[in-house]
Each structure stands twice: as structure tokens, then as C-alpha cells.
């Protein structure tokens, strides 16, 4: 399958994953992207909330145009981050797809409850995560058009 030509400029993705095996993982089936200009990697969910306020060490960073997002966080859950993001008026037009191992019928239903893009439950092996991460990659990347920021 071709991709279709983008007319918008390269992307940035804030994953916030604290499993360092599948943040690395991502992190290298993505590296070589050609839609992908920046990948932040945040383990927890209070690190998510400081990058996306601008907090502290995060205080010169960009918004992302897509939030990748564990649910099982230290800190503070996936759950509260997403409704956090959602709430906010300025945040609610980022895409967040939600990337977990939970198949729980109550976590995907609070997900969307609390406005998620999507959900995908982590594949156990190498090669479909793989598959998964070129997926959200194609689809997110190439095939749908995301607004540009609004700071």
C-alpha cells in the first residue's frame, strides 16, 4: 500500500509508557519515519501532565500532535491523565490513543467514556507490537489529517 502525499509538517508524539522495554521498542520502530519529526518518552503520568503544561523541565517543549498513552502509570493512572487532557480546552484536540495490555471491558469503556481516540491493546508478541506501532504510524502519520496546534 502507498502512502498518500502529506502537505502538513512532521510530527511530534508524546508517548507516556513506563515499561523502558516497550518505550524503546516504540522508539525504534519509529525511528525511521519519515513523518515523525520528535518522539518525547514520559514514564509516568505526572511527567505527562508536566509536559503538557509546560512544567518545569518541560517548559520549552512543543505540543504533541499525538499522545500515545500507557494507562497503567505510576503517579497518577492513564485513566486521570486522559480525563485531565480531554478537560482541558486547550489539550482536548490532541489525538490520544490509548496503548495498554489491559482487555478489561470497564477500562476501554472509561477510556472512550473520557474521550480517547482509540484503543489498542499491547500484542504479546515482538512482531505484532511491531505491526501495531506501524499502524498507528500509517494511520495517525498518513492517512488522517490532524488540526495544527494551538498553543
Known amino acids: 500500500m502507498s502512502l498518500p502525499p502529506r502537505h502538513v509538517k512532521s510530527l511530534t ?20 519515519s519519515p513523518f ?6 514520559v514514564r509516568d503520568g505526572v511527567e505527562a501532565t508536566d509536559f503538557l503544561y509546560h512544567r518545569e523541565k518541560y517548559s520549552d517543549v512543543p505540543r504533541p500532535d499525538l499522545i500515545v498513552l500507557d494507562l497503567n502509570l505510576p503517579k497518577k493512572n492513564g485513566q486521570e491523565v486522559l480525563a485531565e487532557i480531554k478537560a482541558d480546552e486547550k489539550l482536548k484536540t490532541i489525538p490520544v490513543v490509548i496503548l495498554t495490555t489491559s482487555c478489561n471491558e470497564i477500562d476501554i469503556l472509561t477510556s472512550y467514556r473520557h474521550h480517547a481516540n482509540c484503543y489498542l491493546v499491547k ?9 501495531v506501532i506501524k499502524s498507528i504510524e500509517l494511520f495517525w502519520f498518513a492517512i488522517v489529517r490532524l488540526p495544527f496546534a494551538q498553543n
Open 36 to 41: 515523525l519529526e520528535q518522539l518525547y518518552i
Open 123 to 131: 500484542p504479546l508478541g515482538l512482531d505484532q507490537f511491531i505491526e
Open 13 to 32: 508524539i508524546l508517548l507516556v509508557e513506563d515499561s523502558k522495554s516497550d518505550a524503546l521498542l516504540i522508539e525504534e520502530t519509529l525511528s525511521e
